[in-house]
């Protein structure tokens, strides 16, 4: 089934959990699809079962805290997080028998991005302690770090050969993996007119896209190669200053983004049109959006997390 403006018009809210008593912080999908796990201002991680369409596990990080996370590269066993409360080291646990791996301590303020390499074991976290730092999973050591000279938000682009800065939310600058310590190849200058700061950036699955994220009533792409501003989308609702995820369809061919009134809204990549505006009835801003990288379906969360179906009879 291809993804199109119709389809996306025809998404409804197939399943509402209400297992987090606060803010959810952040929603991620495993490469596989078959897993999504949300974490909460109420210190809690929540594992779904998506062909179940029900949460599998509960498990709690009360010491800590847990604000950013991300599935580790392969099975959805491992989670990496970063933290809200005591101190920013990011941590590795066992989603199995909820027990920590690993510890990576280095980031000195809050942790503003985590992004799994989908190659290997490597992942990068951005702080506001304006360092971007490169992990293996396998070492507790910091392997790289790099000054961008700003405030960073970062991410993996899909082959796992290069990632992205986001710095003072103002440039976008693109350094090899391989070559990191050698500085950015490449730097995009480009700054939206709305007073906002990045929260974010995202590869398209192609790679020839990059969005950007901002807690402001905007948000941008541009042509992942020359840094030339494709689309800059707006007309949803975020008056609060709320980081509002935005995401692409596995296709690279839409946006979404959801809203302070709990409404999700959809434009194509291409035309910069807006194609749908879907009611997910959230009772409080859209805090994390993302779609399934396998199967038709997508998550938004504000304190209910809620998966999406298309319906077919509406077609």
Not at 221 to 242: D, E, M, P, Q
């Amino acid at each position: 089934m291809k993804i199109s403006d119709s389809l996306l018009r025809s998404f409804k809210v197939a399943r509402i959990h209400r297992y987090h008593s606060e803010k959810v912080n952040c929603v991620h999908y495993s490469a596989n699809g078959e897993h999504a796990v949300s974490s909460g201002n109420d210190d809690c991680i929540v594992l779904y079962d998506i062909q179940e369409g029900k949460p599998s596990r509960t498990l709690y990080s009360k010491k800590y805290g847990v604000d950013l996370i991300r599935f580790t590269h392969g099975e959805a066993k491992n989670v990496v997080f970063s933290s809200n409360k005591l101190d920013d080291t990011i941590r590795y646990l066992s989603l199995t028998d909820n027990k920590f791996i690993r510890y990576f301590p280095g980031h000195s303020a809050r942790v503003t991005a985590l992004s799994m390499s989908p190659v290997d074991e490597t992942f990068i976290s951005s702080s506001l302690d304006k360092t971007i730092r490169i992990w293996d999973l396998r070492s507790p050591d910091c392997q790289g770090l790099t000054d961008p000279l700003g405030k960073p938000v970062c991410s993996f682009d899909p082959d796992g050969l290069v990632f992205a800065a986001g710095v003072e939310s103002q440039a976008i600058k693109l350094y090899d993996i391989r070559a990191f310590d050698k500085g950015p190849f490449a730097c995009f200058e480009t700054r939206l007119n709305r007073s906002c700061d990045w929260t974010g950036l995202k590869f398209s699955n192609d790679g020839k896209l990059i969005l950007i994220c901002t807690n402001g009533g905007a948000v941008r792409i541009l042509n992942a190669f020359s840094g030339s501003v494709l689309h800059t989308f707006s007309g949803y609702n975020n008056s609060k200053g709320v980081s509002l995820e935005a995401s692409f369809t596995p296709d690279s061919k839409f946006v979404m983004i959801g809203s302070e009134d709990g409404r999700v809204h959809v434009w194509s990549t291409e035309s910069g049109m807006k194609v749908a505006v879907l009611d997910g009835k959230h009772p409080g801003p859209i805090n994390g959006l993302q779609f399934n990288p396998r199967y038709m379906t997508f998550a938004s969360a504000c304190t209910n997390m809620s998966f999406w179906l298309p319906c077919i009879d509406d077609l």
